[in-house]
């Protein structure tokens, strides 16, 4: 596990399954549709139960690349989950795409007067961004958010890798300090 401290905000990378997290909320690498039929996505809904599925129905759809919407979380330890839609690769901008889609779950987050929140490699599984790139970006987003927001409610951004492979990916991204 490693840790940051951006203005009052613990930015943490940690390995780990995202749905046992502790945090006030998970975020959800989701299709434009939020049917939540494989990876991070689905491993939420089979933790955290149907009514998850059952609220993103309900969301205005199809939602664009980087947008951020929230349900209920279920049986998870989380209280919200925060669904976004990542890019695909080959579609253009993947870096700015993902950067824009932390971003605007922060702000939700913010809104929302959420303290905490977990973050996936948003895109780096079949959307297939490369996952340095989605390291980058996720890291990058983190960042600025707590330099450009340094109001913010959140405390603590962890950021969940479920694999070593794409944790190792993500540390070579993380910087040693501020």
Known sequence: MRRIVSHKTDIILKKGDITAEPVDAVVNAANEYL???GGVALA???KGG???QQESNRQKLPLKVSDAVFTTAGNLPAKYVIHTVGPRQGEGNE???IYDAVTNCLLLADKLNLKSIAFPAIS???FGVPKDISAKAIISAAVDYTDAYQTTGIRQITL???SDRDYNVFLKCFPENL
Request: proline fraction near 0%; aromatic fraction near 12%; charged fraction near 20%.
């Open 50 to 52: 149907r009514a998850i």
């Open 35 to 37: 049917q939540h039929g």
């Open 124 to 126: 780096s599984g079949v």
């Open 95 to 97: 870096y700015k795409k």
């Open 160 to 162: 969940v890798l479920f």
């Open 44 to 46: 939420i809904v089979r």
